[in-house]
Nanobody, 122 residues
Framework: VQLQASGGGLAQAGGSLRLSCAVSRRTFRSISVAWFRQAPGEAREFVVHSSWNGGVTDYADSVKGRFTISRDNAKSTVYLQMNSLKPEDTAVYYC????????????????WGQGTQVTVSS
């Protein structure tokens, strides 16, 4: 499985960004995809997960109500719409994939994209 994350950039507090994660087409329909993030000097943390059909989603409390994950199966792409951004959302965002089910555990994800930087200014 290959993943390619994009869409990061600079936003002001209260603004929005949309991240994309393009997934290799052969496996997209059978995998769960999640976003994690890692702030400078911090451990990587779970942000959100989507089941293979988008029917089950799980959000970290810190982003619930502000971030939305979605999938476009025709494009084999997962999106992360980030609204009401806060400076504490500043991090490198990674998309990751696995086929064992819903999980917030980093070690369950065997396939990772390269990360995209999100910077939110106050």
């Amino acid at each position: 499985v290959q993943l390619q994350a994009s869409g990061g950039g600079l936003a002001q507090a209260g603004g929005s960004l949309r991240l994309s994660c393009a997934v290799s087409r052969r496996t997209f329909r059978s995998i769960s995809v999640a976003w994690f993030r890692q702030a400078p000097g911090e451990a990587r943390e779970f942000v959100v997960h989507s089941s293979w059909n988008g029917g089950v989603t799980d959000y970290a409390d810190s982003v619930k109500g502000r971030f939305t994950i979605s999938r476009d199966n025709a494009k084999s792409t997962v999106y992360l719409q980030m609204n009401s951004l806060k400076p504490e959302d500043t991090a490198v965002y990674y998309c990751a994939a696995q086929n064992i089910g819903n999980s917030r555990t980093e070690s369950d994800y065997l396939h990772w994209g390269q990360g995209t930087q999100v910077t939110v200014s106050s």
